[in-house]
């Protein structure tokens, strides 16, 4: 069984690993025909129960530069909406030949689940709030890339760490390279014993000062009525990146979003378009780290024998 | 005519263990004592050189999913999944469907166990209509009927007035209220214990408040009416602490928890283990430790299993939509003597009398005691016996133990309730 269900469990070795191959698939999309014969032959399907455009796009993409037959199912329009369990559209998925299946779920631990059940490999492209290893992946790779190393960094993560998979997923990748990690947001987002994995700063400025890398967390504005922030308006003051918190950080940290942004909420508009802002550079490196984890995936002798 | 042979007679914690013969004739024991004549013509000779012969157990919460889900258990299924552990009385709660909420449905309980069970079933009536938590049921009624308890079990009597209420009524007759504890605000959307575990999977998690507030609430319910309330499938330190100072209070407060509790934390979980979503969640090695000294005290009156059988479907599945709940007949009392016994000195008695004696002093029934002239309820146990708890050794209709995997120490070999062999080394004969 070959899966990559989150970070957690990855070895520091395996990272490193996607992230050299990802260099050198970032060198494919670069080229004018950004086409390999890499996955030819094998059949790649994506199944997603949220709405998502970059991730999904961003799989497929990297599944047909590198040649494979690719699948996307739409749960509004599939046997889900007839009552079709989750097994059973595993099971018909593999009677499909599937090889390689990329999952996204709002539970936590489905794609876990589907991993005990099947015989292609899965994908996690977010798990309800679990991992989203992909994007941890890829953050690391554009911090590799900027600053030349992932390792022995000082880096912020802010907002909504309790609902956040890429807050997880980054908090288990970066802590195996002996990073010094920092979480910030209201105190209605920051789950227990979080403690035990990073530092919580008590304000955003002591969070973000002296920071190489700032990741900033997309806010849900649903979790509003549930009683975890107050207002978008008392959210952007208190934690957002805005212009006065860009006193307290230097001209080389980079500023990192996973997008899709919520302007005016999360971060200015004017932070975003800053020198030291990688969040377009971030989506680009997708397709490259989903480029090598989809190789490696489909590899005898890949990560995950 | 059964002869048991040089067995180590454990009733309670009071008794020193000694080794006897216990002779059964029809259903009463009718004589206990050293180097009793054999005549295998006429008797069944059972010889527990070795073993310990103790009173069979009570269970004052379990499921037996009958009528309703007869897919995951039912009656006869459930209780020889009872007789597999040693239990030969069980208390089966009335979240089935339609709901144990009426004179009818406890009546039908008690006739069904009649016609399939060979061991005494006890019905619990809900505390309210159809377990809404709105109307109280027909109370009086039910205890007419047999009913020898009320809870809403599975659900919280969120709306204290009528919780007070219940309590109150209760009164009239002499019925405990089991309280199934969960601020279902705080717990809403839930999956596991809030804490470390929650943190590092992204499973929602539910704050061990959830459970301690109600039972402070109840607590202070049951204070001020003189009621006798019962709290069920304590997991909770803060749980343990609050019902030690109403016991102080001299509040008439009795409580259970489950072997799982005492055994287990929120780490099963790891690595999405549905047969460890339970409700309560497992807890923290703290509350672990908590619980047993509260067994060790006395605050913990007793021992349920809250045997919650579930269809494969209902676990092999996300595990958001994972059903609540572990099966726990069959390894009840090896659970306690591995985890109490073995690793925390528990003397072997305290261990009968959490399976015994305590439970049947919570719903007011006679003690069950190994005594010339008493029913012959007992079961042999050989207490050296490692077994690894696996699906297919299983009794019951599902096979949802989260101890599926583990090691345990002490097998219950024998059962006989009222003079009939109902599992006999090993071998279920009913």
């Known amino acids: 069984m070959k899966h990559l269900l989150g970070l957690r469990e990855l070895s520091k070795e395996d990272i490193i690993k996607i992230l050299n191959l990802a260099k050198d698939m970032k060198t494919i999309l670069k080229s ?44 509004q329009t599939s046997s889900v909406q007839k009552g079709e369990s989750l097994l059973d559209t595993v099971k018909t998925l593999e009677a499909l030949k599937t090889d390689v299946l990329i999952v996204r779920h709002s539970f936590s631990g489905v794609p876990h689940f589907i991993a005990k059940n099947c015989s292609f490999s899965v994908i996690n492209a977010g798990d309800g709030m679990n991992e989203h290893p992909t994007q941890a992946l890829l953050d690391m790779f554009t911090i590799r890339e900027r600053l030349g190393t992932i390792e022995k960094l000082k880096i912020a993560i802010i907002g909504d760490i309790l609902h956040s998979r890429v807050a997880r997923s980054n908090i288990w990748g ?86 899709p942004v919520n302007r005016g909420v999360e971060i200015s508009s004017e932070v975003m378009q800053l020198p030291n802002s990688t969040i377009d550079e971030q989506v680009t490196n997708g397709i490259a780290v989903r480029m090598a984890v989809l190789y490696l995936c489909t590899r005898k002798e890949g990560i995950y024998r | 005519m059964i002869l048991i042979k040089n067995a180590q007679l454990v009733n309670s914690i009071h008794d020193k263990a000694e080794k006897v013969d216990i002779l059964i004739v029809d259903d009463k024991i009718e004589k206990i004592g050293k180097n009793i004549e054999e005549n295998p013509d006429k008797m069944i000779i059972i010889d527990a050189s070795g073993k310990y012969v103790m009173p069979s157990f009570t269970d004052i919460h379990c499921h037996l999913r009958e009528p309703g889900f007869e897919y995951k258990e039912d009656i006869k299924s459930g209780s020889r999944s009872a007789v597999a552990g040693g239990f030969t009385t069980i208390c089966c709660m009335p979240n089935t469907n339609p709901p144990i909420d009426n004179r009818a449905m406890v009546a039908y309980i008690k006739y069904r166990a009649r016609e399939v069970s060979p061991i005494e079933v006890l019905p619990v009536g809900a505390i309210t209509k159809g377990l809404s938590g709105e109307e109280l049921a027909e109370i009086g009624f039910m205890k007419e009927e047999g009913a020898i308890a009320i809870s809403d079990d599975g659900k919280c009597v969120m709306n204290a007035n009528i919780m007070r209420n219940a309590l109150l009524y209760s009164k009239d007759f002499s019925i405990p209220v089991i309280s199934h504890c969960e601020d279902t605000n705080l717990s809403e959307g839930g999956q596991i214990n809030l804490g470390h575990v929650s943190t590092i999977t992204g499973l929602r998690g539910i704050p061990r408040e959830a459970e301690s507030i109600i039972v402070a609430r109840d607590i202070l319910l049951a204070k001020e009416t003189k009621a006798h309330l019962h709290i069920t499938h304590v997991s909770t330190k803060e749980s343990v602490r609050l019902i030690k100072m109403a016991k102080e209070w001299g509040v008439n407060v009795t409580a259970d928890t489950c072997p799982h509790y005492i055994s287990l934390t929120e780490e099963e979980v790891l690595g999405f283990n549905t047969n460890a979503k339970v409700n309560p969640p497992l807890r923290t090695q703290e509350d672990v430790e908590a619980l047993i000294e509260g067994l060790k005290e006395g605050v913990i009156d007793c021992i349920s299993t809250d045997h919650a059988p579930h269809h494969k479907d209902e676990k092999n599945v996300e595990f958001n939509l994972a059903a609540s709940g572990t099966i726990g007949f069959e390894t009840a009392f090896s659970v306690l003597f591995t985890y109490l016994v073995e690793k925390n000195g528990f003397e072997l008695g305290k261990v009968v009398e959490l399976l015994n004696q305590n439970p049947r002093k919570v719903i007011g029934l006679p003690p069950n005691v190994i005594r010339e002239g008493q029913k012959a309820n007992l079961v042999i146990v050989d207490l050296k016996k490692k077994w690894e708890v696996r699906e297919e050794n299983i009794v019951s209709k599902s096979k949802n133990s989260v101890f599926l995997g583990k090691l345990l120490t002490s097998y219950v070999e024998t059962v006989i309730y009222n003079g009939k062999i109902l599992k006999k080394d090993g071998v279920l004969n009913c």
């Open chain 1, 174 to 259: 970066l802590s195996k390279f002996d990073n010094q990690i920092t979480v910030f947001g209201p105190q209605t987002l920051i789950p227990p014993y979080i403690e035990n994995f990073a530092e919580v700063a008590s304000s955003l400025e002591e969070a973000v000062s002296g920071k190489d890398v700032v990741i900033d967390l997309r806010i849900q504005l649903e979790r509003q009525k549930r009683g975890f922030i107050t207002s978008k308006q008392e959210y952007y003051k208190f934690y957002g990146l805005n212009e006065g918190i860009m006193r307290y950080i230097s001209g080389s940290t980079l500023i990192m979003h996973p997008g």
């Open chain 1, 32 to 75: 004018e025909t950004k086409k390999t014969p890499h996955l030819q032959g094998y059949s790649v399907v994506t199944l997603f129960y949220e709405n998502s455009t970059r991730t999904r796009t961003s799989f497929e993409l990297a599944a047909k530069f590198m040649s494979a037959n690719t699948t996307s199912i739409s749960v």
